[in-house]
């Protein structure tokens, strides 16, 4: 595995401005006297780690750290839990730390990261004052404009399941905006995905594909030099193939080198910048898999069909498994048989649908050929504008 991921990650050092930053942290921490709990938790940010120090509870002879991801780098709206949300909910924990320090280790420099620390054997799923008579963790939000509701710390203004008040959830059709429920309104295929603009309460038609005000998310601004592809904010020209995006260096280069990884094989970037694969596997289409079922023996991106290693997001023989055949007139485009349309006149087949590559702002000119900054400029004549 350790040649896979040498074969499909692409190191290049540029002469540029560093931009890793250091692990976000937020500590939640009980107020406490001293019958047991614990207090003074401080967390110091650092490259790759934070370093955690607290005052010794009375009592204790051990701790339990318990940490979850609040954020990945770059999302702006993920705060809706001081313990949840992306990129996981899960929460995890690190047993019977000895002393009352801990050193957190290969950490995702700009992600958000909350910490609680109690008295090893504590119940985890305790976030109250005092439940049962031993001492529990007083959840704390710390975010200005935050409310607690159930044991969560969520931003009433945007919450979809408690939009204004906690428990008042909006329909599947409707936004939370401001604290109240907005219908969406009806999007073209092309912007699909509605977004409150920061200077309007009402929702708006975006791709957040391509949109740089609006990549991935809601409200996700690419930073000054970077563009939105696929639902990433990428720096246009570091990686030298399309198919390879730039996923930032990791947090795991120094300043200044950065790192193209091809998502669809890559096991430290396998489907997304940062989803690494546990050990045992390998990414495949994207995917963490055992490393047995993931076709041994092929190039990256192919899979063992028989004594052939093919591409099943393309060959009509297997099209998405091995033995899945299409019919003599379809295609098979991402593993998945259908038959081409017929395009009317004055458009192009791209893919599996039928574009007018003389306007349309992610095939202008050509199939693929996507306009910078999708919004702002505009495909004219089969070229982008402004």
Not at 182 to 195: G, K, M, T, W
Not at 285 to 290: F, I, T
Request: aromatic share 6%; glycine share 12%.
């Amino acid at each position: 595995m350790v040649g896979e991921n040498i074969k499909h990650t692409l190191i290049i050092a540029l002469a540029m401005a560093a931009l890793v930053a250091p692990a976000i942290f937020n500590a939640c921490t009980s107020k406490t006297d001293d019958s047991g709990q614990v207090t003074g938790l401080v967390v110091t940010p650092g490259d790759g780690r934070n370093t955690l120090k607290w005052n010794p509870a009375k009592g204790a002879t051990a701790y339990d750290i318990i940490w979850r991801v609040n954020t990945g780098s770059g999302a702006r709206n993920g705060l809706d839990g001081l313990l949840d949300t992306s990129p996981t909910s899960e929460s995890h924990v690190v047993s019977n730390v000895s002393r009352n320090s801990y050193v957190h280790h290969g950490l995702m420099n700009g992600w958000n990261y909350s910490y609680l620390v109690v008295p090893a054997g504590f119940d985890h799923s305790l976030l109250s004052p005092s439940v049962g008579g031993v001492p529990g963790v007083q959840l704390n939000c710390i975010f200005e404009g935050q409310t607690n509701c159930s044991g969560n710390c969520m931003f009433l203004e945007t919450n979809n399941s408690n939009c204004g008040a906690c428990g008042n959830a909006c329909s599947a059709t409707s936004s939370c905006i401001g604290g109240s429920c907005e219908e969406a309104p009806s999007c073209p295929a092309d912007y699909p995905d509605n977004c409150a603009p920061a200077s309007s309460d009402a929702l708006m038609c975006v791709d957040l594909q391509f949109d740089s005000e609006n990549c991935g998310a809601c409200g996700n601004v690419c930073e000054a030099g970077l563009e939105c592809s696929y639902g990433f904010c990428e720096r246009p020209g570091v990686c030298p193939d399309p198919e390879w995006v730039d996923c930032l260096g990791n947090g795991q280069q120094p300043p200044g080198w950065f790192v193209c990884s091809l998502l669809r094989s890559s096991v430290q970037d396998c489907g997304a910048c940062g989803n690494r694969c546990w050990v045992g596997e390998t990414c495949h289409e994207g995917m963490c898999v055992p490393e047995d079922t993931a076709g041994a023996g092929c190039d990256g991106g192919q899979t063992k069909c028989g004594d052939a290693c093919v591409d099943i997001t393309s060959n009509t023989d297997n099209c998405g498994a091995c033995g899945n055949a299409c019919s003599a007139v379809q295609q098979c485009v991402e593993g998945v048989c259908f038959t081409p349309p017929s395009c009317p006149v004055g458009q192009t087949l791209c893919g599996n649908s039928c574009k007018d590559t003389n306007t349309d702002p992610k095939n202008c000119g050509a199939c693929g050929n996507s306009c910078a900054n999708i919004g702002n400029n505009i495909c004219a004549g089969g070229a982008c504008v402004p």
